[in-house]
């Protein structure tokens, strides 16, 4: 006789909001496909490193129109990847992409008026098993890609970079589509923080930015929460100093990262209303496992198969040491360049980016009168809450946006 398989039952919203969500709306279904835009090395980084080539996947929904003036682009937040909307042709689950219910036709950010671009940054690393097209990359140029010089992964000899590169490289790709002034950079956490450096960086180049659940540089508390989560990888036997086979990951410990991670993605409201202190129910009976505990090692089993190791290092460690405020500055200085109408959000239980945070960067721009909207969103989720409580904040987006491309961008192009 051939036992039967145990399987635990979970609720749907145990998806990793990060990755995907299921868009339960009457919106017409956006089909995309991941492109590559290949670029000659060498490439110089800010290290004084260079990559002997690059490659940058991307996606685009919606139309540009003829002026060119209708473009967004959207920066994913840190394990994410370029499908922030839609679904692809081959992609055999109902999974949409991360921000389908902020993105889209008739949405917030209305693909039928909108052209969206969306690019998997730099160093980041998702979604392998769907190619753009056949021997295609699968992810922009991280450590787990080939070089071409040896023929082998990158591993750890993969150059160091900042998020002044990751921006830089989402300007290429604007660059390749002609685009001299963005309407508006849309980013989370991470991708936020991306958001306030291009307005530093390329202030002519952009109408707006909307930096959701972020901050100007990531907290001691956080980049303890980073180390651990390094840490968990490095000590796992199977990481082999970061040159281990592709067949044979150092999964236990990237696993254990990704639980400690998305700890700090939520809230102790959440956590009780979704969990409380309930043992998790397997055909029909109560083991000795609690629902939170079943929670985290879906998520950390569900993240290996999908991120590499090396890449996680080296991306938490970008984020660890991102400042907007560049050494001698106060935050005064480093957004005094800034010359994009701004709208800045927080949420009230998100202890890793929280709303003082995000408020001193608003008071900061006040004080230097820049043009700037700040609200704090009533959710409960933590962190999370920028994924999964859009429609909490989808009024404020919309009419910033609206406000931005029938009054604001106009004025200034």
Not at 39 to 67: Q, R
Not at 254 to 263: D, E, S
Request: some cysteine.
């Amino acid at each position: 006789m051939t036992a039967k398989k145990e399987e635990t039952v979970r609720p749907a919203d145990w998806e990793d909001p990060s990755v995907s969500s299921s868009v339960k709306d009457d919106a017409p279904r956006v089909i995309v496909q991941k492109q590559v835009l290949h670029v000659e090395g060498p490439y110089a980084l800010e290290s004084g490193e260079t990559l002997p080539e690059l490659d940058v996947i991307y996606e685009t929904f919606g139309k540009l129109n003829a002026e060119k003036d209708n473009a967004i682009l959207v920066i994913h937040a840190l394990t994410g990847d370029s499908h922030c909307c839609g679904y692809y042709t081959y992609y055999p689950t109902e999974k949409a992409g991360w921000w389908s219910s902020l993105i889209g036709p008739g949405k917030a950010i209305d693909t039928d008026k909108y052209f969206v671009i969306c690019t998997n940054n730099l160093g980041g690393c998702s979604n392998d098993v769907y190619p753009p097209k056949e021997g295609a990359p699968s992810h922009t140029t991280n450590p787990a890609s080939i070089d071409p010089r040896t023929g082998k992964r990158y591993n750890m000899t993969f150059p160091d970079y900042t998020f002044g590169d990751c921006v830089n490289v989402q300007k290429l790709v604007i660059d390749h589509f002609g685009i001299k002034r963005l309407l508006a950079v849309v980013g989370g956490s991470m991708g936020g923080m991306m958001t306030l450096e291009w307005a530093r960086r390329y202030p002519d180049s952009l109408s707006s930015v909307i930096a959701v659940a972020t901050s100007a540089h990531l907290s001691p508390q956080g980049i303890a929460f980073s180390e651990v989560e390094r840490q968990s990888i490095r000590l796992d036997p199977k990481w082999r100093g970061g040159n281990y086979p592709d067949n044979d990951p150092p999964a236990g410990g990237l696993a254990v990262a990704r639980m400690i991670a998305h700890i700090t993605y939520l809230s102790q409201q959440s956590m009780r209303a979704k969990f409380g202190r309930r043992k998790q129910q397997r055909n029909g009976r109560t083991t000795d496992q609690f629902e939170v505990e079943s929670y985290l090692e879906h998520q950390g089993n569900s993240f290996v198969k999908r991120f590499d190791a090396n890449s996680y290092i080296y991306i938490t460690e970008a984020l660890d040491d991102y400042d907007l405020v560049r050494p001698g500055e106060t935050l005064d200085d480093a957004v005094a360049n800034f010359k994009c109408l701004t709208l800045m959000l927080s949420f009230r239980t998100d202890w890793l980016f929280p709303t003082k945070e995000c408020g001193e960067v608003a008071e900061a721009l006040r004080r230097q009168g820049k043009m700037v909207e700040f609200n704090e969103v009533d959710s409960e989720k933590g962190h999370d809450g920028f994924l999964i409580d859009y429609n909490k904040y989808e009024q404020l987006v919309s009419r910033f946006l609206e406000r931005v491309y029938l009054n604001y961008n106009k004025s200034i192009c």
